[in-house]
Nanobody, 125 residues
């Protein structure tokens, strides 16, 4: 099973940008799909973005499309989430996830078999 470690979270003002990183280990780089999710206080964890197995396609939720961008560097076995124009509503713990099966549903949490520990993002003035 792939081990995942997120980094890059922090406290920023509205309108700022952050780039989250998720370093994978224990797997074969490029041989899993990657996703980003977040969970705000008192809310369920929600899907944000995903990179398909092999990095051939990207998927986004409507809530972040146009503001967030998922990318991956398989040479570094790392996936990124570039977040622009951050809003207070983006405050949450952000998680990355990996799915080893080639076929799966990008936005479905149960389809992922490895999760990171999460990194906090706080957007406040």
């Amino acid at each position: 099973q792939v081990q995942l470690v997120e980094s890059g979270g922090g406290s920023v003002q509205p309108g700022a940008s952050l780039r989250l990183s998720c370093a994978a280990s224990g797997g074969t780089p490029g041989s899993y799909a990657m996703g980003w999710f977040r969970q705000a206080p008192g809310k369920e964890r929600e899907f944000l973005a995903a990179s398909a197995w092999g990095g051939t396609s990207q998927f986004y939720s409507d809530s972040v499309k146009g503001r967030f961008t998922i990318s991956r560097n398989d040479a570094k076995d790392t996936v990124y989430l570039q977040m622009n124009s951050l809003r207070p509503a983006d405050t949450a713990v952000y998680y990355c996830a990996a799915r080893s099966r080639r076929v799966g549903r990008p936005a479905v949490q149960d389809d992922y078999d490895s999760w990171g520990q999460g990194t906090q993002v706080t957007v406040s003035s």
